[in-house]
Each structure stands twice: as structure tokens, then as C-alpha cells.
């Protein structure tokens, strides 16, 4: 489309219509691609017929690709427009209200492409440079020939070359084959690694192998096996290094030491590094590694990774190597099965459900099916399955977990993927690594280590846990930050104790586990069910199962992903109109409701199970995983910080460490030696005047000893009372909530609380202990 202004022969080219007309609007000529990526060869002859011409495309990713083939057609002086500030196109920017002077000022700042060429190869990866190099001599001969010696001098500079050399590269390129392949400059002569026949050595240097690892996120990670020779054949010791190291040499005396000598300046290592490349193209292999798990895509097919291999839809493929390391290598999926073999995986798998009560078995059951949906339905939550020293909680855990690879039990030993005694930072790799897979953290028991590793214990988990519900990495600096990593799977710990904090709790779903619930209780013999399944996890039965569930997912899956978030928001309906919890937790719930309900519509389809077997089995579970919220949200509301600190000075009233003052001298009380004034109170009024600073005190001090941190502010706190519907028996006016009220003598400033909404929330009565306030003794009286 082509909007040509009278007289004026500049071409700005962009991508629609409507950037077209609205440039010409302003008197600028300008032809719109219409969503061609090449410039027909008509009018691709008539624009290098222009004077100038301006690329100036969209800014996102499919534009900027395009841009830079475009500019290659065009030629070296093409010029390329930035981005239009924020605005999504350059019609948005015209439109919201850019003038032809703007318009002028921003092809001023345009690039010839040439120029941006050339600071590409002074970026450039050094398995890069090669392509990048060929590009720039197409342009340099593409140049007239005025500007020819400008641009050779700059080219001469950034690729460390001096005119001859560069020259004579420029010849080859003429003389190179038709098959578009940039010419080979370099090779090995009498044991040297020579360029353009000068030895740069005495010795030679071949990459040997370029392994491309793919974290299924950042940019991949890029590493070379190097071998070498002195000129004598003496070997020197193969060197695997970081692509990005590899341009700098100094891995040369680091790894191979002084006998390897360089006869080049400094200034010249670009062609070191060039002819060691050319000189390993033929010969050099090339291997990409995923260093996760979980779903990708690979050659177009959707993909779930583990240890083993891929799944896809059309079944197994080991060929694809993914590498974990140490106990994440136990993730193995095995070849999805067919038929009997499946159908006896995927009943052993529901048979996990009858192993112990559905309040455990329930949630575990659904989060390991949740797990490869984490993808699109992430769990903001961490599952804490707790209970005390041979309750089970590792057996059924791992049990679940073999859903995934049966080397997570042997025998009698269990081989979790890590454990809260790891540090933070190998936490985070973990969480990140196990990408749509159940990671469990295992073992966290604070009471069974000194005080000092039981408060970095807790620390950790505190900061794991945050983690997770918000599905975020540890902010680090530019300098120090190689790629991002923040959780990708579902996590699940094990553990003796429960962690205290409103904030954790509520990024928390608890699994509590009692004797008796999944191992046989003291005198009860073998549990039959129970030791079949640990024989058929061992034996993989539970992850062919799974393997089946995930070839379905691959096979159906814009169909299963809509049919999911289908079920995710009926059951969030349900779940907020019948309880009335927390914020997060009807997500928690519809989650993995939608999961659950997603797997056994999957089984249903094999022919596994019955429509109404499945709908009984989905009734059960969706009413097991209902408690579990519902008791999570009684568990974050005796973690509210309000709640807590009536605990303390209710404790603390009781055993006479803290009292409340008679408002009037009405009464008189004689306070507990060596107890904390913490308020005052009136016997025959339904309201106490709390000093907040000094209960707030008390309360950690409380707390402190119990263990626990208290760790709230006075700001915080107000904040928090404010909110409670009549627990405040009267406020100030504006934003201050204190009262100035006479007490003992003096106009102070105190929260009046209501003892009887203290006492129908929290079931607490704070007034002295034993009850002494007493009336003042009559005259004569002893």
C-alpha cells in the first residue's frame, strides 16, 4: 500500500495502512508491508532508487526480526527508526497527537543498518560472529563507493582486522562457492592454527563438541569442549569453558598454561577466535541439553520432559536428552502404556486415594495431578503435610511423588529431590528445575537442631514458602544476575511442625497426618493396600499411569486446557457462595478441584472408569479438599496477629506477669510484684484502655518463649483492630484510632477495647487474675 506525497521521494516503511495514511497526513510518503516479511522485486528496485528509505516497524519481537531482513534486502544504508516511545505502532503514536516536527526529530535519530551491524559483531557470541561477519561484507560491497573508505576503516576496527586483511576476506567472499557458505580463511599447518596462511601459534585449537543448555526460560547457556595441540603433537588436556569466555583466551594459560604461546597482539584475537571455529565447523558436535522438566516444545510438538526423555502425543521418545541433577534425577516418566497395562495403572494410581483417610490422601492425590497443569493453572500454595515421628507423612508422600519416577523409593529409603537442611539458593534451583512436576522438600523438624540452625531452618522455609504463593524469584542485582528462576512446579514439604505467621500460614494448605492414618498403629498388624503399593511404585506401576495422563494432556490439549478452566471457575463459584474463607484459599480449592475433576474426565475416555464411578470419586475428593480449605482458614485465623496478642496478655493476666490498672480511685488494687502495666480497667464498664506499645512488648516477649516470632508493628496492629467490627468500644474521630480518656489520674491516650466481642471472637477474658479489683475499705475498717 503505498502513500505517496507529491515531490517528496524519502520512503518511510511501516507495517499497516493506517501508519501509512496517517504519515502521509503529515506530508511524509510511506509504503505499508501489509504483512508481507519481503519487499516484492518491483518494488524493491524502485526503493533503492529512493534517496532514503526508513524502516520503522513495530517494536515487539515479530517486528524487529522482520526489520533486520528487510534491511538486509534494502542495503547498508537502510535507515531504522526506534520504536515509537510506548505507543504499540506508529499509527498509535500519529494518533495520539505526534506532529510532523516529531516525526522529523525521530528520523534524525535513525541508524543506518550498517552501523547497527557492526555494533551486533562487537556484541556478538563468538558462535555468533561467524554469520554476523558475512552479513557486514555484503554490505561493505553494497556501499558507494564514497562511502566505501569510511565504513572499511570502521569494519577494520571492530573486527581487529588491519585493510589487507580485511580485503583479502572481501576476495574470498567473491571467489567463495554459490552455495552461500562464508568462505574458510583458516586451517592447520604443521601443527599451528594458521589464518589467512600466518600461524597465530604454536600450537592448534578445535572445538570439539557445543552443548546448548535450555533452562526452558532464560537465554540458553552455551559451553565448548576445546582440544589442543602444541605444533611438537604433544595433546593438551581437553578444556570445556563458557561461550562467553571463549573470545576473551584467557582460558588458554589458565587451563593449558605457558607452553601454548599466541603470536598475535591483543588486538587481533577476533581472529583467533575465528579461525578456531572455522576450523572445528566440519568436524564439531553439537548437542542441546534441557536442564528441566515439564512441558516445552520441540520441532513443533508439544513435549513433557523427565530424565528419561520426552513425551509427546505420538508417545516416547528417548532421544532427547535432559539432564538433572542429583536426586531430581529420579523424575522418569517411562514409554505411556496401552491397554490391560494401562488400565492397571491408572487404577493402581486411584487405588493412592484408599491408602489412609481422604483428608490425606485427597489433596496429595489431586496436587500430583495438578503438578502438569502448572503450566497454565499454577497452585499459589505450598502443601505442608505435617504429623509427628512415624505417622507416615514420608511414606505417603513419596508414594505420591513415584507418580513421577519410581526411583524415589528403595525399599525401605526414600530419596526426596531436596530438604529443608539445603540453603535457600539451592531451594530456588530446585523449584525452578522442576518445572510442572511435584517437588518435595522433606524433613523440616527445627526442634531437632541448635538454636541457631533451627532459626536458619525456619528462615528458609519462611522465605521458600513466599516463594511459592507468589510465584517469584529473590530480586538481585544487574551485576550478579545471570537468569531469572522462580518456582514452576507444585511444592510439597514434609514436616514435624507447623509454621507460625498469619502471612506464611495463608500461603500454606496443611495435610495433617495422625498415627494410624497411613501406617498400622501400635498393635495393628501389615496394612495389605498399603504394602501393594509400595510394590507397585517400585515397580513404576504409578508413573505409567501418569505417563498415560500426560500423552492424553498432549494429545488434547487446547481442548483439556479449556475444559479446565471451565471446571476452575465453576468450582471457585461454588466454593465462594457455600464457605465463607480467606481470599486465596477458593483458589487453592478450585485448583486443584479442576484438576482432579480433569484427570478422571481423562480415564473416563480410555475406557478406565465409569461415568458414575468417576462422579462418585469426583464428589469425594471435591468434599475431602473443601475440609482441608475450611480448616486452613480456622488455622490462619488463630495466626491473626489481633488473635495473638489477646492470647499473650490473656496468658499473661492469668499468671500475674502483666495487670490492669482501676481507671478511678474509686478502687484499689495493689499490682503483682514486678508485673508490667499494660492497661486500665473499670469493673462495671464492658471496656478496657489498653496501652498498645506495652502489650505489644509483652506479646513478643511471649511469643518469643514459645518459639514464635511476634512480628508486627504498633502501626500494623491498629490497622489490623480497626478492622474487626465492634472489637473498638469507641474510637477517636479522624485517622487516629487511640482515645484520650481520664485514667488513673491523668488524660492519656489508649485503645478502648470491648471485652465482650474480645470475649465472643477469641473466647478470652482479660481482667486481672485472681480477680482483686476490690471496692475502697469503709472508714475504720481494716
Sequence with gaps: YKAEVPGVREVILCEGPADAESSRQLGFTSWALCGLGHIPEDDLRQLKQRPVVYLALDGDEAGLKNQAKLAQELGPLTMLVDPFDDYKDANAWLQAGATSEDITAQLKLATPWIDKQLDRVQKAQPHELQAATAEIVVLLKALPKELAPRYMAKTQRRLGMNRRELRQLMNEYDTAADDGKPPILASIKDGRLTFLGEPLGNFSVQIARELILDDGLNPPEVRYTLHG??????????????????????????????????????????????????????????????????????????????????????????????????????????????????????????????????????????????????????????????????????????????????????????????DWMSTLTHLEESMFTA????????????????????????????????????????????????????????????????????????????????????????????????????????????????????????????????????????????????????????????????????????????????????????????????????????????????????????SMLDRRKVYLAPRTNSYVYTPPPQADLIGWADPEDDAIYLDDGACLENARVYWAALGENFDTTTEALRRQVCQIPGLLAERSKGRHIQVSKWLAGKTRRALAVDTKTVTRLYGIVLQNEPDILIDEPEEGVA
Design 229 to 418: 595441540k602444541l605444533a611438537t603433537g604433544e595433546p593438551l588436556i581437553p578444556v570445556e569453558i563458557e561461550a562467553e569466555e571463549f573470545a576473551g583466551l584467557n582460558w588458554i594459560g589458565k587451563r593449558w598454561g605457558a607452553r601454548p604461546i599466541l603470536y598475535i597482539p591483543g588486538s587481533k584475537r577476533y581472529l583467533f577466535v575465528r579461525a578456531v571455529q572455522e576450523v572445528s565447523l566440519e568436524d564439531m558436535e553439537r548437542e542441546r541439553v534441557f536442564t528441566h522438566t515439564g512441558w516445552t516444545v520441540i520441532d513443533g510438538k508439544r513435549s513433557f520432559l523427565t530424565g528419561s526423555g520426552r513425551i509427546t502425543a505420538e508417545g516416547f521418545d528417548d532421544d532427547v536428552r535432559v539432564d538433572l541433577d542429583q536426586n531430581l534425577k529420579h523424575y522418569e516418566l517411562p514409554e505411556p502404556p496401552n491397554g490391560k497395562e494401562r488400565f492397571d495403572a491408572i487404577r493402581a494410581s486411584l487405588g493412592f486415594l484408599d491408602l489412609g483417610p481422604l483428608s490425606v490422601t485427597a489433596p496429595l492425590w489431586a496436587a500430583i495431578y495438578a503438578s502438569v497443569l502448572t503450566e497454565v493453572m499454577p497452585l499459589y500454595t505450598m502443601l505442608w503435610v505435617y504429623g509427628s515421628t512415624q505417622s507416615g507423612k514420608s511414606v505417603i508422600t513419596h508414594l505420591a511423588l513415584t507418580h513421577f519416577g519410581k526411583g524415589f523409593i528403595d525399599g525401605r529409603k526414600y530419596h526426596a529431590p531436596t
Design 435 to 650: 518445572k510442572d512436576v511435584p517437588l518435595v522438600i522433606d524433613d523440616f523438624a527445627p526442634q531437632f537442631h541448635s538454636v541457631l540452625e533451627s532459626r536458619k531452618m525456619s528462615t528458609v522455609a519462611h522465605k521458600a514458602i513466599r516463594s511459592v504463593g507468589n510465584r517469584s524469584a529473590r530480586g538481585r542485582s544487574k551485576k550478579y544476575q545471570k537468569r531469572t528462576e522462580f518456582p514452576r512446579g507444585m511444592v510439597i514439604s514434609t514436616a514435624e511442625l507447623l509454621l507460625p505467621g498469619e502471612s506464611d500460614v495463608g500461603r500454606m494448605l496443611n495435610v495433617a497426618i495422625a498415627r494410624g492414618d497411613v501406617l498400622p498403629d501400635i498393635g495393628e498388624g501389615p496394612r495389605e493396600a498399603l504394602e501393594r503399593a509400595q510394590a507397585q511404585a517400585q515397580d513404576g506401576v504409578y508413573s505409567l499411569g501418569m505417563a498415560a495422563f500426560i500423552q492424553w494432556l498432549a494429545t488434547n490439549w487446547d481442548r483439556a486446557i479449556k475444559k479446565l478452566r471451565d471446571i476452575y471457575q465453576e468450582s471457585l463459584r461454588l466454593m465462594i457462595a457455600q464457605d465463607d474463607v480467606r481470599n486465596r484459599l477458593p483458589d487453592y480449592f478450585a485448583t486443584l478441584d479442576a484438576a482432579q475433576q480433569l484427570a478422571l474426565g481423562a480415564f473416563c475416555e480410555m475406557g478406565v472408569l465409569s461415568s458414575d464411578e468417576a462422579s462418585q470419586i469426583m464428589y469425594n475428593v471435591s468434599n475431602a479438599l473443601r475440609d482441608v480449605v475450611v480448616r486452613q482458614d480456622e488455622t490462619i485465623a488463630a495466626e491473626s496477629p489481633v488473635r495473638k496478642l489477646f492470647e499473650a496478655l490473656n
